[in-house]
């Protein structure tokens, strides 16, 4: 019912730019919480970009100035674009999903299937 697909993902060149893609359904993603995660082979999952229902915009430090997190309601889309990338980016990007509880329904949290981005050099 509550689905995120992420698209997008490929091999791209050092120095290189992508733009990654989840498609939202089943939820609204203007009234809750939409980051970006990403994983590479052996480490932890980490949060690379968020975007706030208000609209407001986070990054780890090790992609400010590189990457930026946007969202369009209209297709209920939000997206990752990728510039200068670097061999350390490549791991599986994961589109995520958050909303506080509310009286009429609990915590909720959506993840994404993945898409795997390979950087070469």
């Known amino acids: 019912q509550r689905q995120l697909v992420e698209s997008g993902g490929g091999m791209v060149q050092a120095g290189g730019f992508q733009r990654l893609s989840c498609a939202a359904s089943?939820?609204?993603?203007?009234?809750?919480?939409m980051g970006w995660y990403r994983q590479a082979p052996g480490e932890q999952r980490e949060l690379v970009a968020r975007i706030s229902s208000s609209g407001s915009t986070t990054y780890v430090d090790s992609v400010k100035g590189r990457f930026t997190i946007s969202r369009d309601t209209a297709q209920n889309t939000v997206y990752l674009q990728m510039n200068s990338l670097k061999p350390e980016d490549t791991a599986v990007y994961y589109c995520n999903a958050q909303k506080p509880a509310t009286l009429r329904s609990g915590y909720l949290e959506v993840w994404g299937q993945g898409t795997l981005v390979t950087v070469s050099s």
């Open positions: 089943g939820i609204i993603i203007s009234i809750y919480d």
